[in-house]
């Protein structure tokens, strides 16, 4: 079958250089409209549910919302676990599904449990269920400012004209505004007034709810037409309010104006934002599930463009704090620049190691037609090309080359040799030999490879999700590769060396390396037992340092686009925080590595997360001449530093990202406590963050739900309200109204909608001390005040209720110094062994730190398996039980390069794309090294050739071209990444080039001095012997 493959793209050779070149242009002209991505979708489909609850605490949200949504929710096909938020006025549930299952289907099932709830949720509570996002959620954080415009009226801008405009690009999801300061109408009791009226603020609300009415009228039908009515009585001024009368007293009526003010206000503030120092409002714009971020991206340039007339009459200036599109911009051009000037160097090496261009051309051609054959197989398996993608493709650029190098140079050498014969076979029968002659050899070594390649796709979870692109995209390149030496290169030989004269010297470089190479193969048999002891030595001086090296789940990324935060004692005010935040943007505006900073502090409306009002994040971008993030990120937490009762800790936006979208939480390691008791699993908790604390290695450690958040309890007296007549609705409604301020009308302008609130005045509601006095309305129509009828205290409770399953927990999240991931888990293990829970409650552990180590084992459980098959594979490729056993024994010794490189170079931890580096490090010494076995083969079986040592000599002398030019051109391909290491997109393929180049040294030096050697010693080729 090979052949005739090989025979028909000779024989219509022209035809197929006429349709690679069709594709080639076909493909690289699709580049440009590929779907790019920072990361593939790594988070398991999730499908999220809000739930506005304003007045209800912590706890009653709990009872009241969560619990009722999470009981509605359990025992949904292919759920694999909820996780609930409940904080007062707002309830989050996440519904994490098991991978494979379609989201939109799986977003249908959540909506119809919903739907079940019905009316068992508080009166006024609707569930929304939120747009499905992509894994990097966010694409955008703008900053919005105004050095003329109120915040509120810059907050109608935003509500009006920039969020819709925003919201209409293709593939947004949503734009949260963090820091909107709403218009409302509101209506401001004053107490003092209401007693001597003796009225209650439920009379109030009454009576202003039907001030502001809006109702239809219907029609009026004439016989010869139909006359529309448009009654005009709604309330749509403050002074229109004012004038409304909502009850009478002694025939006198009262209006609103005579018991309270009107005036237009912003709502209780449970968030703020700062931009660049000043205040302003936080745009937070997240991508759809499946989006394309580059298109999505340009799509709000192009909003913004059009909106930036608008704006800058109003005196608004957008300010672009963080944008994803930036990281994958500057990724793509890195990546792009590393493999173009590697494929220069492979062309300069091509050309003067096999001394004859067309060669060296027909050599490097068939590696882009490869690597642009694999986007394409990517593209229809719907694979974005992110950074998994990008570094599966550059790593497998070595076994491209191979393929590459190792037909041609075959091809050139025999017709090299048919030259010299007296009676030279025809070129094309000479190709077509040559061809076919490695060609199964490479099949076995391709699929030896690519089942190498397999443990990582069946990693699972995020990791599997994660880094299953990378080896899609390298397997993907191989085959391709593989294709194209079956077809494009014998067409290309037929081409362009069939008719023209091919020297019968071999190339200058060539014939050096035979010479140099033949003396160092005579002196390792000579000293075959000294050679052994050194490498030995060697492997096992290396192994030894195994357990030295660091190990984390992901390399730091050196994106531009990082997120400080910064928290303080539960309870903080919001305009204490906003002061801090002053603070800190001013010490940053001083920065010169700072682009621009957006502060936003607690929650939004429909926002991803909801920290209390006492955390903070900060979103900024490192400017172009920052080379080194991790420094300047290290430097700003210097600057910030000094601000009493304060902690800060800085991330990159990515790896935010992908520790939220595995845990829920934004830091590497999350340390969940697990009890009945709320109080209980408090002290726990608190305890445990002390001891991770002191672990080294430990950063920033959060506790999440921090259980002692001031709070001021009010419980009613039952015998008091008897004796007074108050019912307990009065009681809490007015409560809710005073401080929550209920909302009574609305008035429409617009696409605005100014909501209509009753509520207490701002002296009032920010003084405790005017809770005791607070007028409640009897069944009698009299007036008591709020501390006869209910004892108020000052107490601690829960800020933030968690919940994993249905099961309350506390959270601690920690921050881990990089290079310290897997010992600072074995520590904190360790120090957790002999620790005294309270009754009923235990302590589990997660986050990408876990995740990593669970990822680490079952790549080298996977891969034990793989060896297995790879060793059956070896055993029918080779038909030697001997020669299998040397290749399985000499692999090993392939890594002793790679963790050298290590090292020397100093890479900050083993991450798991170092390991997959080590995994291509293995299939580069399989395939060298099953090449050469097969040629001993070849050379007894099919040349009649003995058995010895000379044979030994001259298998090895055959294949040192095609072993030096691959690891040559693998090297100089690589070296470009290698040495970029750590710049911005480089991150995870760097670590991986330096530990495949540090391999390629000790992996020649296995095929071509250590195998050569010991099958001359233990296996046995003869055609009559069976081993």
Same mark, same amino acid.
């Given at each position: ?47 999220? /549910? ?45 519904? +994490? ?12 099932? +959540?909506?119809?449990? $919903? ?28 900053? *919005? ?16 004209? /920039? ?25 401001? %009791? ?6 001597? %009226? ?8 009454? !009576? ?14 004439? !016989? ?91 005196? +608004? ?25 590697? #494929? ?37 398996? =719907? ?126 470089? *060539? ?69 801090? =935040? ?46 080194? $993030? ?120 617009? $696409? ?69 991931? !897997?010992?600072?888990?074995?520590? #904190? ?35 034990? /398996?793989?060896?297995?098959? *790879? ?11 001997? #020669? ?25 931890? $083993?991450?798991?794309?170092?390991? +997959? ?11 060298? !090294? ?32 095609? *072993? ?51 099958? #001359? ?11």
């Amino acid at each position: 079958m090979l052949q005739a493959i090989v025979q028909a793209s000779l024989r219509h050779r022209i035809i197929v250089a006429i349709l690679v070149t069709v594709f080639v242009i076909f493909a690289a002209l699709r580049l440009p409209t590929a779907q790019y991505g920072v990361f593939p979708e790594f988070v398991p489909p999730t499908v999220t /549910i809000q739930t506005q609850a304003p007045g209800l605490d912590p706890q009653q949200v709990e009872a009241l919302v969560t619990d009722r949504l999470e009981l509605a929710l359990g025992g949904l096909p292919g759920l694999a676990k909820t996780q609930s938020q409940s904080q007062a006025g707002v309830s989050v549930v996440n519904v +994490v599904f098991h991978g494979g299952t379609d989201i939109y289907r799986d977003r249908e099932l +959540v909506t119809g449990a $919903v739907a079940s709830v019905g009316g068992g949720l508080p009166s006024g509570v609707t569930p929304v269920i939120t747009p499905l996002q992509s894994s990097t959620g966010t694409v955008m954080f703008l900053g *919005i400012k105004s050095n003329r415009l109120s915040l509120m009226k810059l907050t109608a801008l935003v509500q009006s004209t /920039i969020r819709p405009a925003l919201l209409a690009v293709p593939g947004v999801a949503q734009v949260v505004a963090f820091g909107s300061t709403p218009e409302q109408l509101m209506i401001e %009791a004053k107490p003092d007034r209401l007693i001597a %009226a003796q009225l209650g603020l439920n009379s109030v609300a009454g !009576g202003a709810r039907y001030a502001s009415t809006a109702l239809g009228a219907g029609w009026i039908n004439t !016989g010869n037409q139909q006359l529309i009515l448009e009654p005009h009585g709604q309330t749509v001024s403050t002074t229109d309010l004012a004038a409304s009368v909502i009850a009478y007293k002694n025939s006198i009526p009262v209006t609103l104006g005579d018991i309270a003010r009107i005036r237009r206000g912003p709502p209780p503030r449970f968030g703020a934002a700062l931009v660049n120092g000043k205040p302003g409002i936080d745009l937070v714009i997240g991508t759809l599930y499946g989006a394309n971020t580059l298109t999505v991206t340009n799509g709000l340039h192009e909003a913004l463009a059009h909106l930036a007339p608008t704006l800058r009459d109003q005196g +608004v200036k957008v300010v672009y704090a963080l944008q994803v599109s930036s990281f994958i911009h500057s990724a793509l051009h890195q990546v792009a620049l590393d493999l173009a000037i590697g #494929a220069v160097l492979i062309v300069v090496v091509l050309f003067l190691s096999l001394g004859n261009w067309r060669v060296a051309l027909i050599s490097f051609l068939s590696i882009p037609v490869s690597l642009l054959a694999a986007t394409e197989i990517l593209r229809g398996l =719907g694979i974005t090309l992110n950074v998994m993608a990008l570094a599966g493709l550059a790593i497998a650029l070595g076994a491209v080359v191979d393929d590459a190098v190792v037909d041609v140079e075959n091809i050139f050498r025999r017709l090299r040799e048919n030259r010299s014969r007296k009676n030279p076979e025809p070129a094309l029968a000479v190709i077509l030999h040559a061809s076919v002659e490695v060609r199964s050899s490479i099949i076995y070594a391709t699929l030896s490879v690519a089942i190498i390649f397999i443990p990582i796709l069946l990693l699972g979870g995020v990791a599997g999700r994660l880094f299953a692109p990378l080896g899609i995209a390298y397997i993907a390149a191989i085959l391709s590769s593989l294709a194209v030496a079956l077809t494009l290169t014998p067409a290309l030989a037929a081409l362009l060396l069939a008719r023209v004269g091919v020297s019968e010297k071999e190339p200058a470089p *060539i014939r050096v390396a035979r010479g140099f190479y033949g003396r160092v193969l005579g002196q390792v048999n000579r000293r075959f037992r000294l050679f052994m002891i050194v490498v030995v030595l060697l492997f096992f001086g290396m192994a030894a340092t195994v357990p030295l090296l660091g190990v984390s789940y992901l390399p730091q990324f050196n994106a531009r686009q990082v997120l400080m935060h910064y928290q303080t004692a539960p309870g903080t005010s919001i305009d204490t925080m906003l002061a801090i =935040g002053k603070q800190v943007a001013a010490k940053l505006a001083r920065e010169k590595s700072v682009e621009a900073a957006v502060v936003h502090i607690g929650r939004a409306n429909l926002s991803n997360g909801h920290p209390g009002t006492n955390k903070a994040e900060i979103e900024m971008s490192f400017s172009r001449n920052v080379s080194n $993030v991790a420094a300047a990120s290290k430097h700003l937490l210097t600057v910030v530093r000094g601000v009493p009762g304060t902690r800060f800790w800085i991330d990159t936006f990515l790896a935010e990202r992908i520790h939220e979208g595995l845990s829920g939480f934004t830091a590497p390691l999350i340390v969940t406590v697990y009890g009945p008791h709320m109080k209980g699993l408090g002290q726990d908790a608190e305890r445990i963050a002390k001891i991770l604390r002191g672990i080294k290695g430990s950063g920033a450690v959060t506790l999440e739900a921090p259980p002692n958040t001031p709070t001021i309890a009010i419980r009613a007296r039952r015998a008091a309200m008897r004796q007074y007549g108050v019912t307990a609705h009065a009681l809490l409604q007015t409560i809710a109204a005073a401080y929550t301020g209920e909302t009574v009308g609305q008035v429409y302008r617009g $696409v605005r909608i100014v909501p209509i609130v009753l509520t207490l005045p701002a002296q009032w509601r920010h003084d405790p001390n005017s809770l005791t006095n607070l007028p409640i309305a009897t069944t009698n129509g009299s007036i008591v005040p709020l501390g006869e009828v209910a004892t108020i205290s000052e107490t601690a409770s829960p800020q933030l209720i968690l919940h994993d399953d249905g099961r309350r927990v506390q959270v601690i999240s920690v921050a881990i110094a990089a290079g310290h991931t !897997g010992g600072y888990l074995t520590a #904190a293990k360790h120090a957790l062994t002999g620790f005294h829970f309270q009754q009923g409650d235990y302590v589990t552990f997660g986050g990408t730190a876990v995740s990593g180590s669970t990822a680490r084992m079952r790549l080298l459980g996977y891969g034990g /398996i793989a060896l297995i098959a *790879i060793l059956c594979l070896l055993g029918i490729a080779l038909g030697r039980g001997r #020669a299998v056993t040397l290749l399985a024994l000499g692999l090993p010794f392939a890594l002793i390069g790679g963790i050298a490189a290590y090292w020397l170079t100093g890479i900050s931890s $083993v991450s798991l794309g170092v390991m +997959v580096g080590f995994v291509t490090l293995f299939g580069i010494a399989l395939r060298n !090294g099953l090449l050469l076995m097969m040629h001993y083969g070849r050379l007894v079986h099919d040349h009649g050739q003995s058995w010895n040592a000379e044979t030994v000599r001259q298998g090895a002398m055959d294949r040192l071209p095609a *072993i030096l030019l691959t690891a040559t051109v693998t090297a100089l391909g690589l070296l470009p990444l290698a040495l970029n290491t750590g710049s911005t997109g480089d991150e995870i393929e760097g670590p991986m080039a330096i530990v495949i180049l540090g391999g390629l040294i000790s992996a020649t030096i296995l095929t071509l001095l250590l195998l050569p050697s010991l099958a #001359a010693r233990f296996v046995r080729f003869d055609t009559d012997v069976e081993e």
